[in-house]
């Protein structure tokens, strides 16, 4: 019995070291490593509906959408892949949803059978409501709200499926994969239409909208409303900023949505008024992480594929299933401008104050991301140079894959004729977007360095 604990014991150390040596190696081995093993099961014979064996690119690209919780598909779920092969792409969507350190700290136990401080240090990060000794709770809490939430979806949309005329079993699973993908804001649909044809209908896109609202607060804000949903007043901060932007940006999106194409007759307009109203609401929802679509988004005008890039870009709440940027990487940055404008000294908001450190992951992320959403751009402007692929169309779907939303205003032609160095470089853009900004911060929290002589203060003219 001393010889596999102590094997245990070394592998939790070397684990231990990995994760404090490169915090940014341990997220990302983690995430390659399944992605790897999603697009060789995605290769199999067996996956795909007519039994042929997957093309490398297209097997890699939705791997990494179903991993990195995107959405995005250069073929249809629905009628390429098998069975087989949407509970691959299922399983995908879960193991992603967990979220990077989440999986860390579980692998962690799975070899070592304890969790070290480096271990703790990185779950934690995303349990800022909690300490250190709460990552255990943390981890049980994350499986059981989003089991829970899944659970609960799929029992709503089960009734109206079964009442569309659907088998049972057919009913089953397909409530039971909205449901998974709408928790984990992964836009992912297992027949050919979509939700398309049930536009409208709220009883359908009721349940899904709720999923991904929820599913994209993250789980520190779970964690702090399950120990204290009745005492908003100690609620953490970072719990109120995200309830706070979610809501704001909800409301700004969907009126500013109904605003833009209330009368587009390509859009909107040729809907009837309850359609438009429960399309709306659906949308606002999507538009910043779900990334499913009840209409078809490429029939939107320029100014509102504009909108959609902004709202992508912010994303939703941090350490949970939602992408972009996240919504309190916005609030502390509007928050360091109502400063600067007002003359403060420091950010506070509800009564806290917050440390410049935080601005500097704020600024970091934030230059971070478009950094990658404009070389991305680049490289994919010159790569379908002869296809005639547009900027707006481009833009959009760069800062789509990077945001990990999933929305996409590309025709059908369009990704038929999609080369497969266009296909590899969104996979780039959504590994780096679902693993970017948490590897970023963790990397930079874990690597502090603390100097004992600085060099003298100089404010240069900023502006």
């Known amino acids: ?32 490593g399944f992605i790897a093993i999603i697009t060789g099961l995605l ?41 087989f092969g949407r509970v691959v792409i299922l399983i995908g969507i879960k193991v992603g949803g967990l979220g990077i350190m989440t999986l860390a700290s579980i692998l962690g136990l799975m070899v070592s059978r304890r969790m070290g401080l480096t271990q703790r240090m990185l779950a934690a990060d995303q349990a800022r409501a909690g300490g250190l ?35 049972l079993i057919t009913s089953a699973w397909h409530a039971t994969f909205y ?3 709408a928790f984990n804001n992964a836009g ?13 209908d709220p009883w359908v896109a009721g349940p899904i909208a709720l999923g991904v609202f929820v599913g994209a607060l993250g789980f520190p804000v779970y964690l702090n409303l399950i120990r204290a949903w009745r005492k908003p007043r100690t609620w953490s901060l970072h719990t109120k900023l995200t309830l706070v932007l979610v809501v704001i940006l909800s409301v700004i999106s969907a009126g500013l949505l109904a605003l833009f194409e209330w009368n587009n007759p390509n859009s909107l307009g040729a809907e009837n008024v309850g359609t438009r109203i429960v399309t709306v609401f659906f949308a606002s929802v999507n538009q910043r992480s779900g990334g499913f679509a009840a209409i078809d988004h490429g029939t939107f005008y320029e100014h509102t594929w504009l909108l959609e890039e902004v709202l992508m870009f912010i994303g939703g709440g941090s350490a949970g299933t939602a992408g972009g ?24 908001a509800f009564g806290k104050r917050i440390g410049t450190e935080s601005l500097r ?48 205003v590309l025709t059908s032609d369009q990704v038929a004729e999609m080369p497969d160095s ?42």
């Open 361 to 408: 992951q704020a600024v970091a992320v934030t230059l971070v991301g478009l950094t990658f959403v404009l070389l991305g751009s680049g490289l994919m402007l010159a790569w379908t140079r002869d296809l005639g692929w547009d900027l707006d169309r481009v833009l959009f779907q760069v800062v789509s894959a990077y945001a990990t939303c999933g929305l996409s």
């Open 133 to 167: 000794g709460d990552v255990r709770q943390m981890l049980r809490t994350i499986l059981i709200v989003s089991s829970g939430v899944e659970i609960a979806i799929a029992l709503m949309l089960f009734p109206r499926f079964l009442h569309d005329g659907l088998p």
């Open 188 to 200: 992912f649909v297992p027949n050919a239409t979509g939700i398309v044809e049930y536009a409208g």
């Open 1 to 32: 019995m001393s010889r596999p604990q102590g094997w245990r014991d070394r592998a939790g150390r070397r684990f231990d070291e990995v994760a404090l040596q490169s915090p940014a190696r341990l997220a990302i081995g983690t995430f390659a």
């Open 325 to 348: 940027i996240r919504v309190t990487t916005l609030a502390v940055l509007v928050l360091a401008v109502t400063a600067e404008a007002r003359g403060r000294r420091d950010m506070e």
């Open 43 to 83: 290769m199999l014979p067996i996956s795909t509906a007519d039994r042929h064996v997957a093309p490398f690119a297209d097997a890699l690209f939705t791997a990494t959408s179903a991993v990195c919780v995107t959405g995005l598909t250069v073929v249809d779920t629905g009628l390429y892949w098998s069975d």
């Open 179 to 181: 449901s998974v993908s």
């Open 422 to 463: 266009v296909k590899h470089l969104t996979s780039v853009l959504m590994f780096a977007g679902r693993l970017g900004s948490v590897t970023l911060a963790a990397a930079l929290a874990l690597n502090k360095q603390r100097r004992v002589i600085r060099y003298p203060s100089e404010r240069p003219l900023i502006g």
